[in-house]
């Protein structure tokens, strides 16, 4: 099969893995709220605690198999291992949808176990892209990743919302599994007839960035560089702090408020609806601001503001939202609106600091290790999130507002880190086997 043209492979890598992300942040904002129903009869601590594991095994699996399906591209091509991963989204998604069906907790686990392993090729669709780009634009095209990602979680609750509203049915619904799993079906018969196939069988494979603990070993030699991974885990175990709890927390709060409305103890399965539905809005609303402040706000101040400056000012707005957060788990005061800018706030300061950090990181590293050194970055990001949303699920079955105030607590240390990973370190110079250069301002 002749090798495609760039431009052609791109747009549709990029709307293979963006169908298929569709998929994810369409059942991502109601696991939390069904895990919570099918873990009623359980204790609160042994209901946090099982709720944590099943929303942090699709990001463990992920962590697990990302490498594998890497190396099996190198060997077998990247256009069958990207069929693989979409059947397996298609299967394991309409097997959540059946799991929801059927109350089925142990069920829902397989499913998630397996939508993680199938959807651990974002390694491999990136390495579809190096393959047909030239080094020069290569990174304008892992842009698109990230564009996908955006995407899927604006476009997904919004699907997820408009499934929810035709079925109109309450409680555990299996639609949005059965509409992610036909997203999914989608992308597996766009990339079936289209995708092409980009490896060069007489092109040597590129070292990928799998996690190897001598790759961390190295990166933490300098010490500004061990600070800004610190930096990474306790902003990533933050973040994953919200993303763990964000649902549960705007369905309580939907909860209370028809409660207020309808002057009733319990729930009717109107209500149930309509709150699964608000939830879906909310997160869209999430989805619409980090795309315009990482995508447009972000984009315009890193030309005229240092990476320094813009890492704190993300970390004191990030502060600001958890406390905010933290507020409304502890009284409930403000409703949805002020839940809405809290979380507005939280989100875009989360936008600031990570291109900022991994800019530090990428600045003060030899370009000959920068693979091996953001690697690490990527396998200490994931690490952290896997224990954040255990930890934070965990923590809002103890009291809601605890994980936003142990977030905003985190955050407040990481401010101070990375001032002194500024004032410390320094930028990597090619005239020096160490690292000396002025510290970055």
């Keep these: 099969m002749p090798r495609p043209a760039p431009k052609t492979a791109l747009f549709l890598v990029f709307v293979t893995v963006c169908i298929d992300l569709l998929g994810f942040g369409l059942v991502l904002p109601l696991l ?4 919570e129903e099918l873990t009623s009869t359980m204790s609160p601590a042994t209901a946090g605690m099982t709720l944590g594991i099943l929303m942090s095994c699709y990001t463990m699996m992920q962590f697990l198999f990302a490498p594998v399906w890497g190396r099996l591209s190198d060997r077998f091509g990247r256009r069958p291992i990207l069929l693989m991963s979409l059947t397996g989204s298609t299967t394991f998604y ?17 499913a998630r176990i397996g939508a993680g392993i199938a959807g651990a090729t974002i390694p491999t669709a990136q390495a579809y892209i190096a393959d047909v780009t030239t080094p020069e634009k290569r990174a304008r095209g892992m842009a698109l990743i990230g564009a996908a990602f955006g995407l899927g979680f604006t476009l997904g609750p919004l699907i997820g919302a ?14 949005p599994g059965y509409a ?31 996690f190897h603990l001598h790759l961390l070993l190295d990166a933490i030699k300098v010490p500004s560089i061990a600070v800004l991974l610190v930096v990474v885990f306790f902003s990533v175990f933050a973040l994953a702090n919200f993303e763990g709890t964000i649902s549960l927390l705007i369905n309580d709060t939907l909860k209370i408020q028809s409660r207020q409305t309808t002057a009733a103890e319990t729930l009717t399965d109107h209500d149930r609806w309509l709150v699964s539905l608000r939830v879906f809005l909310v997160f869209a609303y999430i989805g619409v601001i980090q795309c315009l402040v990482q995508g447009v706000l972000v984009r315009r101040l890193a030309n005229t ?7 704190v000012t993300g970390v004191l707005l990030s502060v600001a939202g958890f406390v905010l957060l933290a507020v409304m788990g502890e009284t409930r005061w403000g409703g949805i609106p ?16 990570f291109p900022a950090i991994q800019a530090l990181i990428s600045r003060r590293t030899d370009p000959a290790e920068q693979g091996g050194i953001l690697g690490a970055g990527e396998s200490v990001s994931a690490m952290a999130r896997i224990t954040g949303i255990l ?13 936003f105030w142990s977030a905003a607590a985190m955050m407040a240390i990481v401010c101070g880190l990375v001032l002194w990973a500024v004032r410390t370190g320094e930028d990597y110079s090619a005239d020096s086997s160490a690292v000396t250069c002025s510290p970055t301002p």
């Design 180 to 210: 992610a799993s036909g997203l999914s079906a989608i992308a597996l018969c766009f990339a079936l007839f289209k995708l092409p196939e980009s490896l060069r069988r007489e092109k040597a494979p590129e070292e990928r960035r799998h």
């Design 32 to 35: 939390p709220i069904y895990g």
């Design 391 to 403: 930890f934070g699920v965990w923590l809002y079955s103890v009291w809601p507002s605890v994980p």
């Design 305 to 311: 503001v240092s990476e320094a400056k813009l890492a």
């Design 94 to 110: 309409f097997l959540f949808g059946l799991a929801s069906a059927w109350r089925s907790l142990p069920w829902m686990f397989v």
């Design 162 to 175: 408009a499934a929810t509203f035709v079925s109109r049915d309450a409680g555990v619904s299996p639609w």
């Design 338 to 353: 002020l839940l809405m800018f809290a979380a507005a706030v939280e989100v875009g300061g989360i936008a600031f600091v």
